[in-house]
């Protein structure tokens, strides 16, 4: 990611050839109604000329934090898992995108997990609620979630509360768009509500915009 580039005293923010996104998929359905969702917003990378880099949380073997705390001198996570290559690709991506059925009013336990050790990229200092964060800067982030309730983006608006602070706030992410899409009657009919237009509207203008 190319960091010379400004516009009005701004960084401007990858797009097009310049714009690596990570996908992770929290569900434990590989081929389900997040999947589906997931699967669109990597056509409108793709569409841009991005590139996209997949992953089911499902197929990677990775533990709880241990809260061990050795990440706050080493800068380093210490459970040798697969969330090692994890932290690299996301330090390496330009946006995060984060999709995640709601279960129980929450992320799936998978994506919480996940989520959890994220800890690693946060760096005792005097700012972002007294720490820094070493993910590095520039970076955009998306997080989907699907529920079972039409009504789910009011009933679910926590979630977009928790993800905002987790992912700007405290990893220190540019910019970040979340969309709560009530699930279809298949994967395929979860892309068609009038939640799903608006999500794949503004994640277009997103991923386009400098």
Known sequence: MSTDRY???????????DLKA??????PRKHG???????????????AGGNVNR???????????????????????AVDDDMQPMYVRMRDSDMIVLGS????????????CFVDRFNAFLLPGKVRSGFTSSLGKG???????????????????????????????????????????PAGASP????????????IEEITRFVRSD
């Open 33 to 47: 109604s997040t999947a589906s969702l997931l699967n669109r917003v990597a056509g409108i990378v793709n569409e």
């Open 55 to 77: 992953c089911d949380l499902v197929d990677l073997n990775f533990d709880d934090c241990h809260a061990c705390m050795r990440c706050r001198d080493s800068g380093a996570c």
């Open 139 to 181: 970076k955009r982030a998306i997080v989907v979630f699907s529920c079972g309730q039409k009504d789910g983006e009011m009933v679910f608006n926590h979630l977009n509360v928790r993800y905002f602070n987790i992912l700007v706030r405290l990893l220190g992410c540019e910019d970040m768009r979340s969309f709560i899409v």
């Open 7 to 17: 516009k009005n005293g701004r960084e401007i923010l990858p797009v097009g050839d």
């Open 188 to 199: 395929e009919a979860s892309i068609h509500s009038p939640q799903a237009r608006q999500m």
């Open 22 to 27: 990570l996908i992770v998929n929290g569900s």
């Open 101 to 112: 059925p709601i279960y129980m009013g929450a992320e799936s336990g998978r994506m919480k």
